[in-house]
């Protein structure tokens, strides 16, 4: 299983940033996936999972709005379009499989992880 993150980086307080997540090894199509982030000093924690199975989703209260995620089934891609950023978005950006029910997005439940995307909101 390989996961591959990419478009982090350093944005204004304001702007956008797409962050991409490229998959192998696994079937894409049965599969739990989801965004989380880790911030220095705090517990890593879900953005957006998604149950490609059922379709069921959850999306974190600190997204709303602001965040769209979605999955190209065609590519095997994640995808977080995040908007409207802001400092506290500041973390690493990871992205994530498993094979369980999305639930409350819990990492514990997730079993493959990408090696994460520094996202970085200055004011």
């Known amino acids: 299983v390989q996961l591959v993150e990419s478009g982090g980086g350093l944005v204004q307080t304001g702007g956008s940033l797409r962050l991409s997540c490229a998959t192998s090894?696994?079937?894409?199509?049965?599969?739990?996936v989801g965004w989380f982030h880790q911030a220095p000093g705090k517990e890593r924690e879900g953005v957006w999972c998604?149950?490609?199975?059922?379709?069921?989703?959850y999306l974190a209260d600190s997204a709303e709005g602001r965040f769209i995620a979605s999955v190209d089934n065609a590519k095997d891609t994640v995808i977080l379009q995040m908007n409207s950023l802001k400092s506290e978005d500041t973390a690493v950006y990871y992205c994530?499989?498993?094979?369980?029910?999305?639930?409350?997005?819990?990492?514990?439940?997730?079993?493959?992880w990408g090696q994460g995307t520094q996202v970085t909101v200055s004011s």
């Open positions: 090894g696994f079937a894409f199509d049965d599969a739990t």
């Open positions: 998604f149950s490609n199975s059922d379709g069921s989703s």
């Open positions: 994530a499989v498993g094979r369980g029910a999305v639930g409350g997005c819990f990492p514990d439940e997730f079993n493959y």
